[in-house]
């Protein structure tokens, strides 16, 4: 009997693992460490590039957070300002808050950037859509990590 149980629970431990591990493919969340690996298929991003992501309205970064780009001229407060952000975090830090904040903080009003939604409510279009692309999070990883 309690090796049953055994089975069943590691079988269940597998499951779910392996469920959340795809979520977020093609990066390597780790929930103990609180940190999120890049696989070796993707390009490191560029600082240019993820400066520009960043503040597009497109993607809003700019609506909740304030950050070293004076020539835009609305910051938003809802979130902790970004300035520095690279000296308080590593890239793996900052990549799990930027594919999906709500690992760290299940109630945060901030978007999960990268996750595949597949509840059954979803429509069909938006499956393995994300809000942003796995290579424009890398182009933001760089440039946050650049903020010292
Ligand atoms: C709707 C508001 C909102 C938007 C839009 C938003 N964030 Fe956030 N962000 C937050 C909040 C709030 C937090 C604080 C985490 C929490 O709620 O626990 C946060 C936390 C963070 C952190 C961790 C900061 C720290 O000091 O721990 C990073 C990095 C970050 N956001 C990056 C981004 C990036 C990059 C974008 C755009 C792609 C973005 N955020 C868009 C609200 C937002």
Redesign the pocket.
């Known amino acids: 009997m309690k090796f049953l149980f055994l089975i069943l629970t590691t079988i269940f431990f597998l499951e779910n693992n392996f469920a959340s591990d795809k979520l977020y493919l093609p990066f390597i969340v780790d929930l103990n460490k609180l940190e999120a690996m890049k696989s070796n298929e993707l390009q490191k991003g560029s600082i240019d590039v993820g400066k520009n992501i960043?503040k597009s309205r497109a993607?809003?970064?700019l609506?909740?957070?304030e950050a070293p780009i004076p020539e835009e001229r609305f910051h938003g407060n809802?979130?902790?300002s970004?300035i520095g952000?690279g000296s308080?975090y590593k890239k793996a830090e900052?990549r799990i808050?930027?594919i999906d904040?709500k690992l760290?903080?299940p109630e945060?009003?901030?978007?999960s950037?990268f996750k595949i939604q597949k509840y059954p409510r979803t429509p069909e279009k938006f499956f393995d859509k994300t809000i942003?692309k796995a290579e424009e999070v890398e182009h933001?990883v760089e440039y946050?990590y650049s903020l010292k």
Request: net charge positive.
């Open positions: 960043f993607v809003n970064c609506s909740c957070h809802f979130g902790p970004l952000i308080k900052i808050r930027v904040a760290i903080n945060t009003i901030m978007p950037y942003l933001i946050l």
